[in-house]
């Protein structure tokens, strides 16, 4: 079966985007060969995972965001030309699910005023996070939680995670559900932060075996020099560096994707205030990753470059 992506915005790129890998044979059984374009697929799906982890490196980040959960935002351009057949829209916007989520504490406790809840949770809920239009539903459950790892002390650090999320559709093209869950934590030194990233992302659509993703990266943030970080603003220029992995689950077959930086990435303050003003396309000027891949049948990598604020290029580089 074939999965159209042109108006599925971003519930769980990394999951969906690793159905890719199965679009083609859907036997749980049969060797996991990767091709040239499902390797750029996947390297434009972490290359989404990077940008939103950039964007979890404070607190008011992690709620802005939902902590990662599967939304309705932008997915990979070259998947949308692997999927035919299932259609979602628009109606459940991101900004839908967040004022559906109900709030442990409103305002959240803030015992040291770092702007890092003490511990606070949004719960996604039914029936308020059902969402409907002429031909599909959507129903958004889970938790959200983040906690001040040391409450009565100003600071940087915190812990976050997802509990069952869990992000459910039906239409007249089909069903099925992504969910998230997991943790990540940040810290902070003289050197600047550092970040930890664990979570699994399951699929599960009509017509394909269901698939699941589990993301293991660290990554860290340097401000650029004469500038500093300051809780409770936004992160100054500076440089973001992940490395980790990515493995893939279906059946019997699995693959697994490394994660490793060539040249720093370049986080800009103004491309990251662009994104909201629709200006910019990520937070990042420059900066290289990379991409590989290793499974049963074979190997191979791919270059996710970022230049001046838009979307990441990913070029493959061997198969």
């Known amino acids: 079966m074939s999965i159209s992506r042109r108006t ?16 083609c044979n859907d036997s749980s059984t049969s060797p996991l060969n990767v091709t040239p374009d499902q390797l750029q697929a996947i390297g434009e799906s972490v290359a989404t995972e990077l940008e939103g982890g950039a964007a979890q490196l404070t607190a008011q980040d992690v709620i802005n965001t939902n902590g990662g959960a599967p939304t309705f935002s932008r997915v990979p351009r070259s998947t949308a030309t692997m999927f035919r057949g299932l259609s979602l829209s628009r109606t459940a916007g991101a900004a839908d699910v967040a004022q559906c989520g109900v709030a442990s504490q409103n305002p959240p406790v803030d015992s040291d005023g770092d702007m890092i809840p003490d511990n606070w949770s949004l719960t996604f809920a039914l029936p308020a996070c059902h969402f409907a239009d002429q031909t599909n539903s959507y129903d958004v459950t889970g938790v959200l939680h983040i906690t001040d790892t040391q409450p009565g002390t100003a600071g940087l650090a915190l812990n976050f995670g997802l509990d069952n999320f869990k992000l459910s559709f039906s239409g007249i093209n089909g069903s099925g559900y992504v969910s998230r869950d997991g943790s990540g934590s940040v810290t902070a030194s003289s050197s600047g932060l550092s970040q930890t990233q664990d979570w699994t992302e399951v699929a599960v659509l009509t017509g394909v075996a269901s698939a699941s993703v589990d993301i293991n990266w660290t990554a860290t943030f340097a401000a650029a020099q004469g500038q500093s970080i300051t809780a409770g603003h936004s992160l100054p220029d500076g440089t973001y560096q992940p490395n980790g992995s990515v493995g893939f689950r279906q059946g019997n077959r699995v693959a697994s994707f490394s994660v490793t930086t060539i040249d720093p990435l ?44 838009n979307s990441a290029t990913v070029v493959l580089v061997s198969q």
């Open 266 to 309: 370049q986080y800009s303050a103004n491309c990251a205030a662009g994104i909201a003003q629709g200006t910019s396309m990520t937070p990042f000027s420059a900066g290289r990753v990379r991409v590989a891949v290793s499974s049963q049948q074979g190997s191979g990598y791919a270059d996710v470059t970022y230049s001046s604020c």
């Open 8 to 23: 599925l915005v971003r519930a769980g790129v990394l999951a969906i985007g690793a159905l890719t890998l199965a679009a």
